[in-house]
């Protein structure tokens, strides 16, 4: 179910916004006025009837069209920073053998009851021990090995002793302290036993699970696929890097910003390029990405004349789902569906793009590459200064987080234009001021997203 005023009425009914000749009006989303509705006019006065969601229903309900995506196999290191799709179990005991968990002697504990610093007691080395080997040995009374960290407990012994309690003379050592049986014993399979699941479904995988997948034998593991991201920007003002430049044209920074933000959450961006500001080229250039499993489009979604995307996008198939996000930047963001592929209409204005892209894209594509925390970490910081807002809207403004004597303290990063790309350079953060502030005072805690996780 869209978004679209469902308070229209028509000719003093309830209205059909599909009919062609209306009187319409809205009691509730602010216009209140009466408009006529010729056919031709129809989709763009529609389209002014989207009644503006919050932040929180705009990502429920564009997560609710969201689904994981299949699988593929990977070796283990390719699957580092990926999210796992099967189950993984212990093949036999980690470790395999009780074993030693320090360099020392292997002892029986009963010969060492009474050593101590002042009455050592003296035992025969009768066999120096290795990780990686198995003692043929049963150690007797009076006896000792030198045993490595990680080798086999030799038949017999209860006890290690560290090397730093011992003192060695030739063929025997000397003992200065009474440890219990199971000193320095690590058992066998206490990191996990045979049957046990050691890595679940939906598990990230970081460095330990590939060491744990490594212990029991796994080189290769079925993850979920990293979607394609087409993207294509639209506007007639744009060119590429490396296209000649006049004074009334701009870099397309968004093509690249775009693809950076899908690379840096693990998916893969397709460059579908720009788009002049008509519906031929848009709607020719968004065909080439008809194939991926998301598209991207990037400015054109505003009230402009020029401003067609959605247009396009609708002729596409797609569903818009919602337009507008009671947010700041980023207010004319809008979602839909085309079939089961998400489409998200971002706005031109760099910091804007950014943004929704942070808020709504990335929960996303983390979503499709089946992972389950999909939000940025969120820390209370001090704000180290004044900020404006009127209210109505969610503010994300751009912001530096440091960590100091245990607290987190912000700072804004300067002008907070939509289109001042600087602000998000200098950002570690965004701190998000609710819909219903209004200025917010210098000392008073605000919450932050992190956008870096380092300090
Ligand atoms: P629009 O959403 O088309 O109204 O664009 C809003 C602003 O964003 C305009 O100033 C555009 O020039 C700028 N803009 C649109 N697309 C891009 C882009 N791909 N890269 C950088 N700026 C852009
Ligand atoms: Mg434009």
Not at 332 to 360: D, R
Not at 424 to 434: C, H, Q, S, T
Request: with cysteine.
């Amino acid at each position: 179910m869209s978004n679209k005023c469902q308070n229209l009425k028509s000719n003093g009914r309830e209205g059909n916004v599909d009919e062609h000749r209306h009187f319409l009006s809205c009691r509730d989303c602010g216009l209140g006025q009466i408009f006529l509705v010729s056919p031709l006019h129809f989709n763009q006065l529609s389209f002014i009837l989207w009644v503006m969601i919050t932040a929180e229903e705009a990502l429920n309900r564009i997560l609710s069209h969201i689904q994981p995506l299949g699988f593929e196999k990977l070796s283990l290191l390719e699957a580092l920073g990926r999210v796992i799709a099967e189950d993984i179990y212990a093949l036999r005991d980690i470790p395999p053998l009780d074993n030693s968990g320090m360099d020392g002697y292997a002892v029986r504990s009963e010969d060492i009851r009474d050593a101590s610093l002042n009455h050592s007691v003296r035992l025969e080395v009768v066999e120096d021990l290795p990780a990686g080997f198995i003692s043929q040995r049963i150690i007797g009374r009076q006896q000792a090995i030198r045993i490595m960290t990680g080798a086999p407990i030799p038949g017999g012994a209860d006890s290690i002793v560290p090397v730093e309690e011992t003192q060695k003379e030739g063929r025997f050592v000397s003992i200065f302290c009474a440890p219990p049986p199971g000193n320095y014993i690590r058992r066998a399979g206490e990191d996990a036993k045979k049957g046990d699941r050691v890595v679940s479904a939906g598990d990230l995988i970081c460095p330990a699970e590939v060491g744990m997948l490594a212990s029991v034998g796994r080189s290769f593991v079925a993850v979920y696929q990293r979607p394609l991201v087409a993207i294509l920007c639209t506007g007639e003002e744009l060119v590429d890097i490396d296209e000649e430049l006049n004074k009334a044209r701009i870099v397309s920074s968004n093509s690249y910003t775009l693809a950076a933000q899908v690379k840096d959450c693990g998916a893969i961006p397709i460059q579908l390029g720009i788009a002049k500001d008509r519906k031929e080229d848009i709607g020719g250039k968004l065909r080439h990405g008809l194939r991926a499993d998301v598209i991207i489009s990037s400015a054109g979604v505003s009230v402009g004349d020029y401003d067609f995307v959605k247009d396009v996008l609708r002729d596409l198939g797609t569903e818009i789902v919602f337009w507008k996000v009671a947010i700041k930047p980023g207010k004319p963001f809008a979602f839909g569906v085309m079939g089961e592929k998400p489409v998200f209409g971002l706005p031109g204005n760099p910091v804007s793009s950014m943004v929704t892209f942070e808020q709504f894209v990335r929960p996303s594509l983390l979503k499709m590459m089946g992972h389950r925390r999909l939000l940025r970490p969120i820390v209370e910081a001090i704000l180290r200064e004044d900020i404006c807002k009127e209210s109505g809207r969610r503010h994300f403004i751009r912001a530096f987080v440091s960590y100091e004597n245990d607290r987190y303290f912000v700072t804004t990063t300067g002008a907070q234009g939509s289109g001042i790309l600087k602000s998000m350079v200098k950002a570690n953060g965004l701190i998000v001021l609710p819909e219903d502030r209004e200025t917010v005072r210098a000392g008073e805690k605000v919450k932050v997203q992190l956008l870096d996780r380092n300090f």
